[in-house]
């Protein structure tokens, strides 16, 4: 199984700032990595696939960036909207689908 | 538009098989390259993949729980069923439903999902 490690664990920010998450693959995934968001109460939803794709409707302040076994998340300028769970998913050995853990980006 | 629903019960007793219904729209699993997953997420935790049925018939599942899901379609019914054996407390979760594109692998969209307790 490819674990997920995403750091940190929450992410203590103000909005206009700008946003970092970071996810680590236990063994190289390619670009076959996507983020997802979650908000309370409400359903994932995807955000970035292929490891730097904006999934529809995603804005522009969202970007992804990596391959192999590090990548990250970037929301350049951050919106009240923004604060919330994230999650990668790989689905390099599909269908064995794995997460991470989440990282709660939370208002400072 | 694509949706999804699930639903079923919101409470099952210990050692109880849960079945789960997932009925959606804008998609047809007759057409080819067209799948449909269950995720959970336990309370306060992280999201665990259960299963997937494709357009052909074909069904995956979690390593850790595959003997105990089966997952099926009804394509008439734009329906897709998972059923879980002996359920146990640490077994509640929300359970989602989720579309997946064959040539892609994503899940997009997702449905609301339904909290399952398991409680005696």
């Known amino acids: 199984e490819i674990v997920l490690t995403q750091s940190p664990a929450t992410l203590s920010l103000s909005p206009g700032e700008r946003a970092t998450l970071s996810c680590r693959a236990s063994q190289s995934v390619s670009s076959y990595l996507a983020w997802y968001q979650q908000k309370p109460g409400q359903a994932p939803r995807l955000l970035i696939y292929?490891?730097?794709n904006r999934a529809t409707g995603i804005p522009a302040r969202f970007s992804g960036s990596g391959s192999g076994t590090d990548f990250t998340l970037t929301i350049s300028s951050l919106e009240p909207e923004d604060f919330a769970v994230y999650y990668c998913q790989q689905r390099s050995n599909w269908p064995l689908y794995t997460f991470g853990q989440g990282t709660k980006l939370e208002i400072k | 538009q694509v949706t999804l629903r699930e639903s079923g019960p919101a409470l099952v007793k210990p050692t109880q098989t849960l079945t789960l219904t997932c009925t959606f729209s804008g998609f047809s699993l007759s057409t080819s390259g067209m799948c449909v997953s269950w995720i959970r997420q336990p309370p306060g935790k992280a999201l665990e993949w259960l299963a997937r049925?494709?357009?052909?018939?074909?069904?995956y599942y979690s390593t850790s729980l595959k003997t105990r899901l089966t997952i099926s379609k009804d394509t008439s019914k734009n329906q897709v069923v998972l059923t879980m054996t002996n359920m146990d407390p640490v077994d509640t979760a929300t359970y989602y439903c989720?579309?997946?594109?064959?040539?892609?692998?994503?899940?997009?969209?997702w449905g609301q999902g339904t909290l399952v307790t398991v409680s005696s």
């Open positions: 989720a579309r997946i594109l064959s040539e892609d692998n994503w899940f997009d969209p």
């Open positions: 292929d490891a730097s």
């Open positions: 049925i494709d357009w052909d018939d074909d069904k």
